[in-house]
Structure formats: C-alpha cells, structure tokens
T-cell receptor, first 115, second 114 residues
C-alpha cells in the first residue's frame, strides 16, 4: 500500500471555528509532514514528525497545532484561522532520512477555505 | 539557505512537441525528486535521482542529475495532453539543519494542447 489518505477533502470554516485535518499512511514510514500550498506555488513546509515526535516547526502560528497519535496518523488542529490561511493542506510521509534520498509521498490534500 | 531555480515557469505547447524543464542550484543536494501535480490533488512522485550524472527514463520522460549534483533536468518527448500539470523539482538533504527537508523549485506549469 503506497497511499497517503487525507480527510476531509474540502473544509469550509469560520474564523471562530475549531476543526481538524487528518492524515493516515500504512507504508511503515516513521516521518510525516504537513505542508501548506497556495495555487500554482510549491508546497511550504509547516511541520515534520520523526518517530512520532515533532522535529521541525517552521515558525508556524500557534493557531495551527499538529499532533501525531501514532506512527500511522497525523492530525492538524485548526483554531481561530484567518482568511489568508485558505489553501491546500498536504500531508506527506517518508522513511526517516537515512541517506538523504528523501522520497516523500503526498496525500491528495484538504482544500481549506476560511470565511 | 538552499535554493532551486526552476525554469521555465510556464510552458504551453502543442501535442507531439518535445520540452525540457530545468532545475539549477549553487548548492549540492544528496538527491533530487521530480513530482507532477494536477489541480486540486497532491504531488505524485515521478522519480528520484541520487548519483551525479544519473539518467533515468520513465516512458517518454527522461530525468538527469548533474555530475556535481547541483542541477537536474526533465525532458518529455512527444508531449500529450495527459502530461498537463505542475511539475516540481525538490532537492533532498542528508544532514545539518536541513535534515529531512525538501527544497522545492518554484514549479513549471505545463499545458499541452491537443
């Protein structure tokens, strides 16, 4: 199974709402990532988990809160977002970076709209 | 900070034409990945190159990693409308503060007209 799944596919939320994005992989990967992508731009790294521990936070605002409950699951909790946070949110996974051949496998993304 | 300059940014061609996309950097990468992304979907990994001078072929797509591992190219022969999408190159790093990160190029939006 070489698939990363993400739910929901689409999400519309108000600035006062709390919602969560979910990601799951069954490839045995021990590194998982959250990216934010604006239209026609490359993905921007937000967070990296390695062995279920947060290893990289790219200075992301605290209204985004990641969680890695186990080696297969990754969540992104959202609270008090701004309209400029509207974007495609991508989850990815990879083997832990042993040789630098950092092949990341992406999910289909969650299209988030903040009203 | 490592940078990958990808060119061209936009490419609009007719079916059957050939094209080449370039990614260049002043930094050495331990690996180089190429992804293709369709609108509203996540990037799909096409290939990974890790050895300087390496050439890989995937049907009509040919990928090359520069000898010094600072640049890469993607060549598509006889493009088809199904090749339309955003192509992304991404450099991988083996250590230091960039450990585990990918450095993305700015992307090439390819449109192949029937």
């Amino acid at each position: 199974d070489t698939e990363v799944t993400q739910t929901p596919k689409h999400l519309v939320m108000g600035m006062t709402n709390k919602k969560s994005l979910k990601c799951e992989q069954h490839m045995g990967h021990r590194a998982m990532y959250w990216y934010k992508q604006k239209a026609k731009k490359p993905p921007e790294l937000m967070f990296v988990y390695s062995y279920e521990k947060l290893s990289i936070n790219e200075s992301v605002p605290s209204r985004f809160s990641p969680e890695c409950p186990n080696s297969s699951l990754l969540n992104l909790h959202l609270h008090a977002l701004q309209p400029e946070d509207s974007a495609l949110y991508l989850c990815a996974s990879s083997q832990v970076f042993l040789t630098g051949a950092n092949e990341q496998f992406f999910g289909p993304g969650t299209r988030l709209t903040v009203l | 900070t490592q940078l990958l300059e990808q060119s061209p940014q936009f490419l609009s061609i007719q079916e059957g034409e050939n094209l080449t996309v370039y990614c260049n950097s002043s930094s050495v990468f331990s690996s180089l990945q190429w992804y293709r992304q369709e609108p509203g979907e996540g990037p799909v990994l096409l290939v990974t190159v890790v050895t300087g001078g390496e050439v890989k072929k995937l049907k009509r797509l040919t990928f090359q990693f520069g000898d010094a591992r600072k640049d890469s190219s993607l060549h598509i022969t006889a493009a088809q409308p199904g090749d339309t999408g955003l192509y992304l190159c991404a450099g991988g790093n083996a250590g230091g503060t960039s450990y585990g990160k990918l450095t993305f190029g700015q992307g090439t939006i390819l449109t192949v007209h029937p």
